[in-house]
């Protein structure tokens, strides 16, 4: 591949999530479940609305949720996949939402 386009393909690439539309919900009333290593399913009175996949505060490493009963805690009144709202923590770590995927 031609050197001159590797570099800006590269790019768009890395960026491409800068692209994507803000993804929210409000905490109030959500429970989670423990999916995968770092996957928690998100319920709301009993009915399962997303999952959530989370990275560690710097958002480099996925974040290994512990699996044990585990407190979250929020900043703000809804949890987005971006922006300051994409950050919380589980049990006293700060932790980065990688991706927030609701049900329809």
Known sequence: MNRHLL???ILLLS????????????????????????????SRDGK???LLEVLDER????????????????FTPT???SG???KF???KS???VRTLTLFK
């Open 7 to 9: 570099v800006p393909l």
């Open 59 to 74: 958002a480099v490493y996925y974040f290994v949720i512990p699996d044990k009963p585990f407190t979250v805690r929020f």
């Open 89 to 91: 923590e589980i049990d």
């Open 15 to 42: 960026t491409s999530n800068a692209f994507a539309a803000d993804v929210c919900i409000p905490v109030d009333g959500l429970s989670f479940t423990k999916t995968g290593t770092s996957t928690l399913l998100v």
């Open 94 to 96: 700060l932790v980065t």
């Open 84 to 86: 300051a709202n994409a």
């Open 79 to 81: 949890v987005c996949n």
């Open 48 to 50: 399962n609305v997303g």
